[in-house]
């Protein structure tokens, strides 16, 4: 299977997006925000990253630019729920910014599931 990069600065969003990977044989490691998801990047060959957008220190906006620029090939899919004020236009960002696929939280098992396969075959 794949090895996953969530990153996500809620600790139990990262809990529960890596049980539903872990169950469906991937290998998952975690960054609670893009600063520390690109230097796992670029430590370790990861075949797909799972970025949250509202994040403290480096968003995922930010992350997925830079992911995009250095690793062209790299499927990135984009979460959010919006935060407060539940402004999904993050996503829309994302995606033209240059995010594989985009998934509003919360999302079922089987539709990040079904993006996971879309995006690694």
Do not use: W
Request: aromatic share 4%; charged share 25%.
């Amino acid at each position: 299977m794949a090895r996953i990069l969530i990153i996500d600065d809620d600790e139990n969003a990262r809990y529960a997006v890596r049980a539903i990977l872990e169950n469906a044989g991937h290998e998952v490691s975690e960054a609670e925000n893009g600063a520390v998801g690109l230097r796992m990047q670029a430590a370790h060959r990861i075949d797909l990253v799972i970025s949250d957008v509202i994040m403290p220190e480096q968003d995922g906006i930010e992350t997925v630019l830079q992911l995009s620029k250095d690793y062209p090939s790299l499927p990135v899919i984009v979460i959010s729920g919006g935060g407060a004020d539940r402004f999904l236009g993050y996503l829309e960002t994302a995606e033209a910014l240059g995010a594989t696929r985009i998934l509003a939280k919360p999302f079922l098992p089987a539709d990040l599931l079904g993006h996971v396969e879309a995006c690694i075959g």
